[in-house]
Every structure is written in structure tokens, then in C-alpha cells.
């Protein structure tokens, strides 16, 4: 079992930033890909930022050149951060992990809420 934990939510102001932090369990890295989700109220969870087990990223068009996700393998914690904030980016913002392979798994944190502000 994979225990993901986030932090580092809250209300900012347009064009601000903030940092999301996920706390994983030690070691997953080179086992699990790492990715950020997103659910604004009344839509469907999307994705946002992703990470594999070898480093490679991905983003989706509408956070490309704003928000970036990364590593810190002493601390086992992905990190997404967010700059130039909209308030179309205000959601609650959720940790995955997940592998194919040898067995399919797929664990979430319990989502960490953002507000943008105009």
C-alpha cells in the first residue's frame, strides 16, 4: 500500500504562486510515475502534471511554462509548483501514483484544496 499525502494548498491571488507538496512512502520513485490531478468544483478530475520513474515530465496545455513538477528524493515528496495562478486554476489538487507493471496499481492522496482569486 502507497500512502500519499498532500499539503500546501490555499487561497492566493491571481498571478501568484504556491507550491503542493505529496508525501509518499520511501522508495517509490523508481516503482511508481508520479502524477498531479486536479477537480474544480462541479467538473471532472483532470490531469496536470506528470513525472516518471526516470524523470521525464509532462504537462497539460493549460499549465505548460506555469507550473512545474519535480522530485525530492531524500525527502520522498513530488512537488508541483504553480506560478502565475489563475483562478480557472482553482481546484482541489490530487497526488497519483501508478504502475502497469508487473501488476496495475493506482493510489491517490486526499486532495489539497487551491483558490485563485481575481
Known amino acids: 500500500q502507497v500512502q500519499l499525502v498532500e499539503s500546501g494548498g490555499g487561497l492566493v491571488q491571481a498571478g501568484g504562486s504556491l507550491r503542493l507538496s505529496c508525501a509518499t512512502s520511501r522508495g517509490i520513485f523508481s516503482i511508481y510515475a508520479m502524477d498531479w490531478y486536479r477537480q474544480a468544483l462541479g467538473k471532472q478530475r483532470e490531469f496536470v502534471a506528470a513525472?516518471?520513474?526516470?524523470?521525464?515530465?509532462n504537462y497539460a496545455d493549460s499549465v505548460k511554462g506555469r507550473f512545474t513538477i519535480s522530485r525530492g528524493n531524500a525527502k520522498n515528496t513530488v512537488y508541483l509548483q504553480m506560478n502565475s495562478l489563475k483562478p480557472e486554476d482553482t481546484a482541489v489538487y490530487y497526488c497519483?501514483?501508478?504502475?502497469?507493471?508487473?501488476?496495475?496499481?493506482?493510489?491517490w492522496g486526499q486532495g489539497t484544496q487551491v483558490t485563485v482569486s481575481s
Open positions: 513525472i516518471t520513474t526516470s524523470g521525464r515530465t
Open positions: 497519483n501514483a501508478h504502475r502497469a507493471y508487473p501488476v496495475t496499481e493506482d493510489y
